[in-house]
């Protein structure tokens, strides 16, 4: 097991159960924050991480897929906030990066060390910005 990366976990629970601190509380944290601000999402660990909120997507190819529309992962060198949403200009993360400058943000993934190093109040708006463009339109077309 690492103390950062959790390996095998069967559950929520488990998967915050297997970080070692300081990492835990961040994860925890960071739990917290997304089922205060994106409620009307189920919990569940998906790939490997936790996920919230649930969608189902199809690739051009025919591939389809069901995937979560908030992920949060503990991985070995930081922590990743998957937010899979698009705003009809881009991936809704990308829109944060002046006010998350710390981070890294790729399409849909907001990468940093510690919860310390960002705004907790962007991230906040980030995951509600999130749930609430899902919960206007549940069958919209989100990231993959």
Same mark, same amino acid.
């Given at each position: 097991m690492s103390p950062l990366k959790p390996e095998n976990a069967t559950d929520?629970?488990?998967y915050i159960g297997q970080i070692e601190e300081p990492r835990r509380s961040d994860i925890e944290a960071l739990d917290r924050l997304i089922v205060e601000e994106a409620s009307g999402l189920d919990r569940q660990l998906t790939g490997g991480m936790l996920g919230y909120g649930s969608y189902h997507y199809r690739y051009a190819s025919g591939r389809e897929g069901d995937w979560f529309l908030i992920g949060l992962a503990?991985?070995?060198?930081?922590?990743?906030?998957?937010?899979?949403?698009?705003?009809?200009d881009g991936y809704v993360a990308e829109g944060y990066q002046e006010r998350l400058p710390k981070a890294k943000i790729g399409k849909s993934c907001v990468r940093f060390k510690r919860?310390?190093? #960002?705004? +907790?109040?962007?991230?906040?708006?980030? #995951?509600? +910005?999130t749930a609430r463009r899902f919960a206007d339109d549940p069958d919209a077309t989100f990231a993959q």
């Open positions: 929520p629970e488990d503990s991985q070995k060198q930081y922590i990743s906030l998957y937010v899979c949403a698009t705003d009809g919860l310390s190093d #960002v705004d +907790e109040t962007a991230l906040r708006e980030l #995951v509600r +910005e």
